[in-house]
């Protein structure tokens, strides 16, 4: 053995395959996040077949979800700095999988719904911690492959989700019907809890900021009172209370902004970092995300209602449809970031918004020219072509907001950006009630059900058209190409690092 060889079983090698096996456990974990937010859209008709869930339900089922996540993302992050992210994983991971296992075994659509949204909570304790575990575990020189493998799991999570809802839910396995989209975590939920306990290293970081529970009840209270009447009103004839509550929801958010100035000024750890906004390029930055999280949650709800009840077409049939979208989102995905942001910047994210519109206009053609009888692979045209448009956007458009950002605020920042999103998300969710099913009578005949789904989701994406167009708009506020800084011999994105964790134990 040469002076430069190392033993297979010395203690180099040994901390270098824990470390591996940890960044399996969390990219597992997050893997199972991703697949569980996309595999609930495929099931949703057995759902409402089996379950008995009304429309509010399913939108609760879907948009509480990404409710609870938004609200508890910031908070789920500090609490790792503060507590170890070892530990909040763990414990995120572990419930994560109790909330699984309540879904799948849910007796009826409220305990779903409330299951839902438990496990959209516990999955914002884990999540947040995924990127702090591969931060704390290698150095600087490894993370752009290991950011590379990350990148690589969210595009299999996307591709891999609808399918594998599609093929669960049409195997009806042991007579579960839609049961298995969700009991599929408790094996890798276990696994993970157990390999976790072992593989992962306990790392904090060595200035945590304070909580700000205050805050987040604010927001959460917002967000309900704006969209618990949207998703309501519709079944209720859009009673008083209805717009009272949704005007007072500005009333909070106002509140919000007041307390987290205080805040600010009196611990220097508000949930939102308000100055922030002062730079043009973040504050225009979160109102493309926002926006675009709107858009999204509009078309993925109103295309399986279409797709499956519409239309009439089984899970598979509808999951198989997809492949293209998602295949195509990845592949633009990677493209953006390595060849052409570099090189165009902003015009890119731009040209992925035009594309998106372009793709749902020809999609609403299409809808309009062949009607009930339009096939799969006459709908690959227009998915393709918005697939580009979202990998395009979706890449590139986080560094883009955070380019100008200070340094030291680079952390704060990151955690409002998937905030918003998925707070875009729940909105979108809701306003389905208006946009969607709005359009139509609420007692069909059988013989018309087909053709009121076709005009509804026609309706729809005229609505996320012109929100495309809007966003191709705001985008001109992003910087032209991101800022570029040099550290060391390599120049990176100006994309601020937290500070190195401490380890622990």
């Known amino acids: 053995m040469t002076s430069t060889e190392t033993p297979l079983n010395s203690p180099a090698t040994t901390a ?41 339900h399913i939108q ?55 299951s839902r949204i438990l496990q959209g909570g516990m999955a914002a304790l884990m999540v947040p911690q995924v990127l702090s575990i591969v931060h704390a575990t290698f150095p600087a020189h490894e ?40 009991l599929i975590n408790l094996p890798v939920g276990i696994a993970g809890l157990i390999l976790g306990r072992r593989y992962i290293t306990e790392s904090k970081a060595p200035q945590a900021l304070k909580l700000d529970l ?18 309501r009103g519709r079944e209720l004839g859009w009673p008083m209370w209805g717009y009272v509550s949704m005007v007072g929801a500005f009333v909070v958010f106002g509140a919000l902004v007041a307390y987290e100035k205080r805040k600010t000024v009196r611990d220097g750890s508000p949930l939102v970092e308000l100055s922030l906004f002062k730079v043009k390029s973040f504050a225009a ?35 198989l449809t997809g492949v293209p979208f998602s295949i195509a989102v990845s592949m633009a995905a990677g493209l953006s970031v390595q060849k052409l942001t570099p090189r165009f910047g902003r015009k890119v994210l731009q ?34 072509v918005m697939g580009v448009g979202m990998g395009l956007i979706v890449a590139p458009l986080t560094d883009a907001i955070l380019s100008e950002v200070p340094r030291e605020h680079a952390g704060s920042a990151s955690g409002l950006i998937s905030t918003v999103q998925q707070m875009g998300n729940a909105l979108g969710l809701g ?8 359009t139509m009578s609420d007692h069909l005949p059988r013989a018309e059900v087909g053709a009121a789904f076709v005009d509804a989701f026609q309706n729809a994406l005229i609505w996320v058209a012109a929100v ?15 800022a570029q800084h040099v550290e060391g011999d390599e120049t990176t994105p100006a994309v601020a690092v937290d500070k190195e964790p401490e380890l622990v134990g």
């Open 143 to 182: 993370r752009g492959k290991v950011f590379g493998l990350f990148g690589a799991v969210v595009g299999l999570g996307a591709v891999s989700g609808p399918l594998l809802g599609a093929l669960l839910t049409e195997w009806n396995l042991f007579g579960l019907e839609w049961r298995p989209i969700f």
């Open 60 to 114: 609760w089922i879907t948009a509480g979800y990404a409710l609870a996540f938004a609200a508890g993302l910031i908070t789920g992050g500090r609490l790792g700095d503060i507590h170890g992210r070892k530990r909040l994983f763990l414990i995120g991971i572990g419930g994560f999988t109790l909330a699984s296992a309540l879904c799948g075994f849910a007796v009826n659509p409220e305990m779903l719904v409330a």
């Open 214 to 231: 205050v805050g987040v009840a604010l927001v959460t209270l917002g967000l309900l009172m704006l969209l618990y009447p949207l998703t």
């Open 468 to 482: 495309m167009t809007a966003i191709f708009l705001l985008m001109f506020a992003l910087p032209k190409r991101p």
């Open 431 to 438: 306003l389905v009630s208006v946009v969607f099913f709005g």
């Open 285 to 319: 930055g979160i109102a493309v995300q926002t926006v675009f999280g709107i858009a999204l949650g509009i078309f993925f709800l109103v295309w399986t209602f279409y797709m499956q009840t519409g239309l009439g077409w089984g899970e598979l049939r509808a999951g």
């Open 16 to 56: 270098d395959r824990r470390r591996w096996i940890a960044l399996a456990i969390v990219m597992t974990a997050a893997f199972m996040d991703l697949v569980d937010v996309t595999i609930v859209n495929i099931a949703i008709p057995s759902i409402q077949r089996d379950a008995g869930a009304s429309v509010s």
């Open 351 to 384: 040209a992925g918004a035009l594309l998106m519109a372009i793709g749902v206009l020809i999609y609403i053609w299409e809808s309009e020219r062949y009607g009930l009888s339009i096939a799969p692979w006459q709908m690959a045209l227009p998915l393709v």
